[in-house]
């Protein structure tokens, strides 16, 4: 049975007076009609009939679109009124939103506070200044760090949401910015490797040859440096990667270009988390790799695919690398999540 679940709701940011190169959001949001309280109760009750025949447990009312709390007051109050209301009445159990770090005060807090919000997310992207500049961000880092202990301060659950590969960014920098995560000290994060869309400042520079997308191997092997600090940290990492659905789609205006968007990023990038951390256990025994020896590789249930990787990407590769290793993959549910052993069998 599934435990949790998300009830995502998009606010568009209308009339939002930042550049961010990657956003499409100016282009689209001029085409929609604005979202109004009776959509957003819709759209509750709609995901509300088949998740609570489910018995979900924790449901989850969460307002995305980048910048919630750079609408009018009046319309953020109006929206979290109803999402209150379900709370109170026990209908769902948290209210999450996101937004930029610039737009965060003891006002905007003292607001989400009286109608209950429980998480706020940051779309910080890089904790590097030369980034966020070359992002159009038009804030500097140091404003995420003032932010970050203002939400602590009063209470909220934090979220940190990191963007891999925008001009200017490096192997370095992401590190970087996952140590400075850690030092500020969310709960959650999210992980994405930029997306070039088209209508958007960045897409321009693809095609004038002034940005090349990572290449899919670098975002994976990035976002892997990133996972790995922020998990060692206990940072429960909640998304890595975009979902098709995540982007602002309109048609052909949310076509993507360069090969960083892969709907299993996660798996990619856990599968070969994986597969060092076997390589390294493998290498700290005295097995001959060139004698034919059996192990067994110990995963539990839920880690088990990622193990074998996507499209067995990981047994493969073993078989490849490793001809005379015979291994057998076995469940092991004493172990947890991401967490791998190996057993030299002769
Ligand atoms: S990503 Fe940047 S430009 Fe796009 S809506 Fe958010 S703040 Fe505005």
Redesign the pocket.
Known sequence: MKTHAIIPIFIP?KG?P???IF?N??KITARQAAITVEDVKNTIETWLSTLEPRGVETIEVAFFG??FT?IPMEEQSAYLKIAKSYKDAGRIHKIHMST?PDYISKEILDNLKAYDVDTIEL?VQSLDDEVLTRAGRGHDAAVVYESSQLIKDYGFELGIQLMIGLPGDTLEKCIYSAHETIRIGPTIARLYPTIVINDTELYNQYKRGEYEPLTQDEAIRRTKEMYKILDDAGINIIRVGLKSTDFINDGEDGEINGGTYHPAFRQLVEGEIARERIEEKLSATDFDPSRKTKVDFFANRRSMSTLIGHKQKNKRYFLEKYPHLDVLYKVNDSLLNNQYEIEIKE
Do not use: I, L, Y
């Open positions: 940011h939002c930042n550049d961010c956003c959001q100016k980048g910048s750079g930029r779309g």
